[in-house]
Structure formats: structure tokens, C-alpha cells
């Protein structure tokens, strides 16, 4: 056993004895790589563990073997990143809830995991972002959000057709949203029954991925089902400022969002980075590391 993949060990157990303390409510362990067994056996950690990992047929054998588990994408995020995705898939699972103490471990994806942190559910992850900010309100779905925020750190990731793209998702308080914007193009979703176009199915989602090259915004229910796209979003709020840098997309969406009751994410064409908006402010920022070519 080379000296690195020893201190990698000694370093893994570290964490678990830390997350076995009583303040800790939760450890999330985000990597592919399981936790060796003898680690865990008859160690108080093993009850409060959560992985997070990055393929399905992963979180299935997890869960079998009776952990908790949960899918991220497997895009190359910082470590910072990858909490937030990992926190926000948990959050809209219910796995957390306010005031848990959660000890997140992660590192680079394919390696071993070589950062810790702790997060108290309700506090700040960084500047930019507030936990808080991802309780939406009673009246979204989670599971509706959860599914988008990973529809749109897709797109940012994988563009159309190796071409980068940015798009704008409304979700919630559709007849003002309509109200507020006008059709640019073909609604490529007219004409479909409700349960033809819900994003909880893969097949709308990805052609809500096929769609965003369109021009204007995707108008889309609390409940998950898809109104429209290609909408020009037309509500305007002066008061509304956004941060230097981030143009006419992220403009739109702030308006919208000061002026109804919806909340929007943004697919920056620039750097595929997703931002989530709710009362014209930024709420969530979610950054990737590079695009897939």
C-alpha cells in the first residue's frame, strides 16, 4: 500500500470518527467509492451516512445494502460545487432538514475524496449562496425543481451538438408568467396531454435539452408539466439589479421573477453556469469546471 492510499485511509477514517460524534446529525460522502466495510461496521456513522454518486445502478446497490443514496451528475465540478449539488439533491429529498449538522466529504471526481466540511442546514455555503435559499415554498414541487437544476447544469455542460447554449426555465405562477411574455416561435409542446409532457419524465427532458437552441424561455407548471417554449419573456422590474457580467438572459429572468411569483434558473451561454432566481435575486449559483467538447 503506497504512503498516499495509506494516508487516504487514515484520513477516511478521521472523518468518520468526527461524523460518529453526537453533534453531527449527517455525513455525506460524495464519491463513487464506497466506503470499505470493515470502516463501517458497528460504527455509530454508518447510520447517519448519505452517499451521493454518480450513476443510478451505484445508488441502487447503496440502497440495498440499506444506506441512503442519492444521483448527482458526473460532471467535473470543484469541490464546492459538487456540496452544492449534492446538498440541493438532499434537501429536495428530505433527507435534511433545518439545523442538521452535516459533515460533507468529497473530493475531484474518479479520486479519492480529500476535503471536508461542515454544514449547518440554514446556514451560508459560501457568499453567494444561502441553503435557505433553495426552500422555494410549499407550492413547488421538489422533485420538479431537483429534476430541472439537473436538466440545466446538463445543458450548460453538453450545450447542443458540441455548441454551448443558454436557455431560461420558468417554473410556477404560469398565468402571470404568460401574461408577461409573448410566443417567438412554434410551441414545439402544444397539442400534447399533461401526462405527455411532465419534466419528471426523461423523455420531455430531453426534449426540453433538443429545444433550448430556440430563442425565449421555457414556461413550466409547479408541478413539472411544460406550458410552452420559446417565450419572450417581457416583464421589466428598474429596481431589480443584476450583477455586472451577466446580460440580457439573467436580466429577463430577474424581472420576471421581482414581478410574479415564479422562480427561474439561467443557463449562462458564456460559462455554462446555472443560476437559480427567485424575487429578482440570484439564490443559488451552481459553477463548472470545464464543458464537455
Request: glycine letters at 8%; a neutral charge.
Amino acid at each position: 500500500m503506497s504512503d498516499n492510499t495509506k494516508f487516504d485511509r487514515e484520513f477516511l477514517r478521521s472523518a468518520l470518527s468526527l461524523a460518529a460524534k453526537s453533534e453531527v446529525d449527517h455525513f455525506l460522502y460524495i464519491s463513487d467509492t464506497p466506503i470499505p466495510p470493515e470502516d463501517l461496521r458497528g460504527k455509530p456513522a454508518r447510520k447517519k451516512l448519505v452517499y451521493a454518486v454518480t450513476l443510478d445502478k451505484l445508488a441502487q446497490e447503496h440502497q440495498h445494502k440499506k444506506f441512503r443514496a442519492l444521483v448527482i451528475p458526473a460532471y467535473d465540478y470543484s469541490r464546492t460545487e459538487r456540496v452544492k449539488v449534492a446538498l440541493v439533491s438532499a434537501l429536495s429529498q428530505g433527507a435534511f432538514k433545518e439545523g442538521d449538522l452535516v459533515l460533507c466529504m468529497t473530493g475531484k471526481v474518479g479520486r479519492a475524496p480529500d476535503t471536508l466540511m461542515q454544514m449547518r442546514i440554514g446556514g451560508s455555503l459560501d457568499d453567494r449562496l444561502a441553503i435557505e435559499g433553495v426552500k422555494l415554498g410549499e407550492e413547488f414541487n421538489s422533485q420538479v425543481v431537483d429534476a430541472l437544476i439537473q436538466l440545466a447544469l446538463q445543458i450548460g455542460q453538453e450545450g447542443f451538438e458540441g455548441h454551448p447554449i443558454g436557455t431560461i426555465i420558468t417554473i410556477g405562477d404560469h398565468t402571470a408568467v404568460l401574461e408577461k411574455s409573448r410566443q417567438l416561435t412554434i410551441n414545439p409542446f402544444q397539442g400534447l396531454s399533461e401526462s405527455e409532457r411532465n419534466v419528471l419524465d426523461p423523455k420531455i427532458r430531453d426534449a426540453i435539452k433538443n429545444f433550448s437552441v430556440l430563442d425565449g424561455a421555457f414556461v413550466i407548471r409547479e408541478d413539472g408539466v411544460v406550458l410552452s417554449a420559446g417565450r419572450y419573456l417581457s416583464a421589466n422590474d428598474d429596481t431589480v439589479k443584476i450583477p455586472l457580467g451577466l446580460g440580457a438572459r439573467h436580466a429577463a429572468a430577474a424581472g420576471i421573477t421581482s414581478t410574479t411569483h415564479c422562480i427561474a434558473l439561467v443557463v449562462s451561454q458564456t460559462s455554462g453556469a446555472v443560476r437559480l432566481l427567485k424575487g429578482g435575486n440570484i439564490v443559488l449559483e451552481l459553477h463548472q469546471t470545464a464543458r464537455r467538447n
